[in-house]
């Protein structure tokens, strides 16, 4: 009997160490599923820059921190300017695409010594001992002397010496409009690690993905220039030049240079601008948001009169964007003259300033929009272009119309033009393609814009106005900061509005399926539709009886799980399989239109019209 016990509680306690096991081995591997980490990198930097040469020598501290779970026996970092010499891949890309663009063309190969772009890395430190390391392309490959461990931080210390190049694509010297210097990609920059891996591609002109850090950065440069950009400036009383109640530096000795001293606490990249002739202007916002404006002060009036009247629309499109997205989170925000177009960086942007103040004005709106879109929520922008500049296309136009009161109708109707016209010209690629890897310039712009813009209009016809709208502060709320995917903001919209959509995120950015629905026949009071495309969507209809009187309906998709928030009738849901539907009303019928509100991208609208002779 003792014995039977006895074996009885052994049983018991294999039994229970088992499934205590179990429980734990669960337990951890749930938590691998739900537990999100992106890495940490810490930059102090400074740099000597020569205006006469447009030479800089710098030097930078990195502390590195590995919050993935892996072990990293090697780092890359991105030397953006190497691009821009003759026979890089950026120069090769762009002598052999279709359609090059207007700015680079064939320039890159006909740069001279002295006009190329450089970063050359001297030396570079592991905790203080030198490392192994190669420069390919734009890519610097470093071999560790230990594995950074799962948790651990690292400090690398690099030299290097840098030119900037003459101004092609984004970053460089002398700009057409003559700004001295729009410094963006100027320094190494660590390139990030995630889930997928690293992500190191050659840099060809297209967009970027950093690591979330802070940016401690000391410039010294001729004492005649004035600076702008990422960051706040930590020396204003130094400094002088408009920051400080344009009052002559303090303290400082009488040299040639001044040095400007920025930080800038929780970004993925640091942009600047230098210029000896730039004015200074600073708007204060009520919600303690100062707004700084720097442009040449040899501009001809009537620009010079744009850049003042941009100022006070500025300080809208910063308020539209904080409520209709999420709290812009800095102290400040800079609008510079310079680069080549427009782009975004953090806190700030660089705008070519000749322009008229409508253009102005919405160059403007876009970059700052992208201040949500893609910085604040920081998508892969080589990978997923579509999320950056189609969401930020989609929230400027709105933010504009609203701003400059342009009436009631569809501030996105443009994209869908030029959807259109990619569809008929057999141009269109899956969104889901990577940036650089598109055929043509035009697949790539008039997708990311238009069709990623289109992306989100549509989800106001799939999911209704007001679902799309709080789908965004989800979103926001769910992933600023961190890096999001298109599942991520896909299942931000499934959680306000209840409807299912990885059928559209599939259909709209995987593939190039296209909408096509038409009215077969209308007999009577019975109606009958026809998918005729291969991409399936919900239905709005429209019809009208013969005693004048008209009735809304809504078909909705039976993969969508539910329908929009809609006053109109809710009819049996189709199944996407059955290329053919109808159902009957209660009178007879005169006309039926399929969606009056142009929402739904279907490729052929003449056959959405039925009137009955």
Same mark, same amino acid.
């Given at each position: ?111 001279? @010594?002295? %006009? +190329? =772009?450089?970063?050359?890395? !001297?030396?570079? #430190? ?5 490392? *192994? ?102 020396? @204003?009383? %130094? +400094? =002088?030049?408009?920051?400080? !109640?344009?009052? #002559? ?5 009488? *040299? ?358």
């Amino acid at each position: 009997m003792k014995k039977f016990l006895l074996l009885s509680l052994v049983v018991a306690l294999i039994s229970s160490c088992s499934q205590t096991k179990e429980v734990s081995y669960q337990q951890k591997n749930n938590a691998k599923f739900t537990t999100y980490w992106q890495q940490h990198i810490d930059y102090s930097m400074y740099i000597d820059m020569n205006v006469n040469t447009y030479q800089y020598k710098g030097t930078q501290k990195a502390v590195y921190t590995n919050n993935s779970p892996d072990e990293l026996n090697k780092v890359y970092y991105h030397l953006y300017f190497n691009a821009f010499q003759p026979g890089s891949q950026m120069d090769v890309r762009s002598l052999n695409i279709k359609d090059p663009d207007r700015r680079v063309r064939d320039r890159i190969s006909k740069l001279q @010594p002295n %006009e +190329i =772009g450089y970063i050359k890395v !001297n030396s570079l #430190k592991q905790n203080g001992t030198a490392v *192994t390391y190669e420069t390919v392309g734009t890519i610097l490959e470093v071999t560790l002397n230990k594995p950074i461990k799962s948790g651990e931080s690292v400090t690398l210390d690099m030299i290097f010496d840098a030119q900037v190049p003459e101004q092609i694509r984004r970053s460089g010297r002398n700009n057409k409009e003559g700004v001295a210097l729009s410094m963006a990609q100027w320094y190494p920059k660590m390139a990030e690690y995630d889930v997928e891996g690293w992500h190191t591609p050659p840099y060809i002109a297209r967009e970027f993905h950093g690591v979330w850090g802070n940016f401690d950065v000391k410039i010294s440069i001729d004492r005649n220039y004035v600076l702008g950009g990422t960051g706040y400036l930590q020396n @204003p009383q %130094e +400094i =002088g030049h408009g920051y400080e !109640n344009k009052m #002559k530096p303090l303290n400082v000795p009488d *040299t040639d240079k001044l040095t400007w001293h920025f930080k800038a606490p929780n970004v993925h990249d640091f942009m600047w601008a230098a210029d000896p002739d730039f004015n200074h202007d600073i708007l204060k916002m009520p919600i303690g948001i100062n707004l700084h404006f720097l442009y040449k002060k040899d501009l001809e009036a009537e620009y010079l009169r744009n850049w003042k009247d941009l100022q006070s629309p500025t300080a809208e499109l910063m308020a539209y964007f904080s409520k209709h997205i999420g709290k812009y989170p800095y102290k400040q925000y800079s609008v510079i003259q310079g680069g080549d177009g427009g782009m975004e960086y953090a806190m700030s942007t660089l705008i070519t300033g000749k322009r008229k103040f409508g253009s102005l004005f919405g160059v403007t709106a876009h970059e700052m929009a992208h201040t949500w879109f893609q910085f604040l929520l920081a998508t892969n922008e080589s990978k997923h272009p579509w999320m950056d500049e189609g969401f930020t296309s989609y929230i400027s136009s709105k933010a504009s119309y609203e701003i400059m009161k342009r009436g009631d109708k569809n501030p996105n109707a443009g994209p869908y033009r030029g959807y259109n016209y990619l569809v008929k010209n057999n141009i269109e690629e899956p969104l889901s393609t990577h940036a650089d890897r598109y055929n043509t310039n035009a697949a790539y712009s008039t997708g990311s814009y238009g069709k990623g813009s289109m992306f989100l209009s549509q989800l106001e016809y799939i999911i209704g106005e007001e679902n799309t709208a709080a789908g965004l502060k989800k979103y926001f709320e769910d992933f600023s900061f961190k890096h999001p995917t298109p599942n991520d903001v896909k299942r931000s919209m499934e959680k306000v509005s209840g409807i299912h959509l990885d059928w559209y995120l599939n259909e709209w950015t995987q593939t190039v399926h296209t909408i096509d629905y038409g009215i077969k026949s209308v007999d009577g009071n019975k109606v009958t539709l026809e998918r005729i495309g291969q991409m399936p969507m919900p239905i709005d209809l429209e019809v009208t009886y013969t005693d004048g009187s008209s009735e809304s309906f809504n078909i909705p998709l039976r993969m969508m799980r539910g329908n929009k928030p809609t006053s109109a009738t809710i009819l049996e849901d189709w199944a996407w399989a059955n290329p053919i539907y109808s159902f009957t009303t209660a009178k007879n019928i005169k006309a039926v239109e399929i969606d009056k509100s142009k929402l739904m991208a279907d490729i052929d609208l003449d056959n959405n019209q039925y009137n009955v002779d």
